[in-house]
């Protein structure tokens, strides 16, 4: 089992940045993979990101390569996302979630843990 807690979500204009961090509870963190999601209002919920437990395997969206970066810190059960050069298409929220597969892929269903959301908001 593990809970994930999103937080680091806000209103941030055009071009700028944001943080976001998943804190996990559990002491089996380093064995899942994890994830980020979105989900704007209207529209379905998202990849944006993944890395596997070792940290050694990452994926992103192409909506986001370039300007988004995972990274996971095992030692503090926490996953990152760290959100530069946003954009209006950017706003949504933000959901973490972790897998119990080898590797964190990229669709929704090979995830079996979700956190609550954090909403991001980015202005023109």
């Known amino acids: 089992q593990v809970q994930l807690v999103e937080s680091g979500g806000g209103l941030v204009q055009a071009g700028g940045s944001l943080r976001l961090s998943c804190a996990a509870s559990?002491?089996?963190?380093?064995?899942?993979?994890m994830g980020w999601f979105r989900q704007a209002p209207g529209k379905e919920r998202e990849f944006v990101a993944s890395i596997s437990g070792s940290g050694r395997s990452i994926y992103y969206a192409d909506s986001v390569k370039g300007r988004f970066t995972i990274s996971r810190d095992n030692a503090k059960n926490t996953v990152y996302l760290q959100m530069n050069s946003l954009k209006p298409e950017d706003t949504a929220v933000y959901y973490c979630?972790?897998?119990?597969?080898?590797?964190?892929?990229?669709?929704?269903?090979?995830?079996?843990?979700w956190g609550q959301g954090t909403r991001v908001t980015v202005s023109s």
């Open positions: 559990g002491r089996t963190f380093s064995s899942y993979g």
């Open positions: 979630a972790g897998t119990r597969t080898v590797v964190a892929g990229t669709f929704l269903g090979e995830y079996d843990y």
